[in-house]
Antibody, heavy 124, light 107 residues
Framework: EVQLVESGGDLVQPGRSLRLSCVAS????????MHWVRRAPGKGLEWVSGISWDGDNVGYADSVKGRFTISRDNAKNSLFLQMNSLRAEDMALYYC?????????????????WGQGTTVTVSA | EIVLTQSPDFQSVTPKEKVTITCRAS??????LHWYQHKADQSPKLLIKYASQSFSGVPSRFSGSGSGTEFTLTINSLEVEDAATYYC?????????FGQGTKLEIK
């Protein structure tokens, strides 16, 4: 069964850091680009970050650029999101999602497999 | 940054009705536009890829059309289980983005 399982969500104070993880199973992880997408309370889906199959190309939403870092470990079928300088507006359910293709640029494809999400709460 | 604007934001519809949701891009994105269904307490599901290609396992009542800057998701003969929020998503250029969502309520 194709599956993505996120973890690492927690309650953190503004300004602190958190690292999210996503473990993939049921498909050849190293063959696909991956993404992080979030949904804040009462808001819609927001693309956060993406990474190519080999990790050489990454991209970020303007709202997180310079604070978040995406990475992957293909040997461990794992995707990560290092989140620094967290703000109240980063509070959301964070989803890991698999792309249909390998590349992030010049374009990505659609996201065909999604995890259940991990919740990040930012509050003093 | 490419902005996607969906209309309407909300629609209350009856079963068997035909529904049309529009997504407009702030600049041309070719056919790099995808549609997702998101129900509460579930993960988003891919419905349509590349503007008009149905994803595997998606009921045939869902269809998509458009290219460039204007796109449409059509649901023919709406069913109760289609109550959800629908999002368009562009993968044409970074940063990728979603529309604000269209919430469908079933009367």
């Amino acid at each position: 069964e194709v599956q993505l399982v996120e973890s690492g969500g927690d309650l953190v104070q503004p300004g602190r850091s958190l690292r999210l993880s996503c473990v993939a199973s049921g498909f050849t992880f190293e063959d696909y680009a991956m993404h992080w997408v979030r949904r804040a309370p009462g808001k819609g889906l927001e693309w956060v970050s993406g990474i190519s199959w080999d990790g050489d190309n990454v991209g970020y939403a303007d709202s997180v650029k310079g604070r978040f870092t995406i990475s992957r470990d293909n040997a461990k079928n794992s995707l990560f999101l290092q989140m620094n300088s967290l703000r109240a507006e980063d509070m959301a359910l964070y989803y890991c999602a698999k792309d249909l293709g390998q590349w992030l640029t010049p374009k990505a494809y659609a996201m065909d497999v999604w995890g259940q999400g991990t919740t990040v709460t930012v509050s003093a | 940054e490419i902005v996607l604007t969906q209309s309407p934001d909300f629609q209350s519809v009856t079963p068997k009705e035909k529904v049309t949701i529009t997504c407009r891009a702030s600049q041309s994105i070719g056919s790099n536009l995808h549609w997702y269904q998101h129900k509460a307490d579930q993960s988003p599901k891919l419905l349509i890829k590349y503007a008009s290609q149905s994803f595997s396992g998606v009921p045939s009542r869902f269809s998509g059309s458009g290219s460039g800057t204007e796109f449409t998701l059509t649901i023919n003969s709406l069913e109760v289980e289609d109550a959800a929020t629908y999002y368009c998503h562009q993968s044409s250029s970074l940063p990728y983005s979603f529309g604000q969502g269209t919430k469908l309520e079933i009367k």
